[in-house]
């Protein structure tokens, strides 16, 4: 079993930043992907991004995209997503997920992950 625990939500103005994280924890392995989705309020959860741990390689959406960045602790166990430039529409809860023996691609669709975090919110004012 894995377990995953984000922190670091919170309520920002238009064009400022903030740093998600998100530790994992259990049974992993190192083979996996971890991945980064986004629900606002009436809308669908979407893939924002994510990273293969082994290589490091990445993902964003293009809605994120050049003002993101997804990366990773090796030691920590934990992958953190920053976000810049942030604007009213980013305002969503953020999940982190987990992908189990996920090696070289990243997966948008949120059937491909194992495991997820309970969510944490992030509101972006105007």
């Given amino acids: ?11 920002v103005q238009a064009g400022g930043s903030l740093t998600l ?3 994992a ?9 971890m991945g980064w989705f986004r629900q606002a309020p009436g809308k669908e959860r979407e ?6 741990w082994r290589s490091g390689s990445t993902r964003y959406a293009d809605s994120v995209k050049g003002r993101s960045t997804i990366s990773r602790d ?3 166990n934990t992958v953190y997503l ?20 996920r090696m070289f691609t990243i997966a948008s669709s949120e059937r491909e992950y194992d495991f997820w975090g309970q969510g944490t919110q992030v509101t972006v004012s105007s």
């Avoid at 920053?82 to 023996?101: F, H, I, R, W």
């Fill in 21 to 23: 994280s998100c530790a």
């Fill in 25 to 33: 924890s259990g049974r992993t392995g190192s083979a996996y992907a």
């Fill in 82 to 101: 920053q976000m810049n430039s942030l604007k009213p529409e980013d305002t969503a809860v953020y999940y982190c997920a987990l992908d189990l023996g």
């Fill in 1 to 11: 079993q894995v377990q995953l625990v984000e922190s670091g939500g919170g309520l």
């Fill in 47 to 52: 893939f924002v991004s994510g990273i293969v």
């Fill in 74 to 76: 090796n030691a920590k």
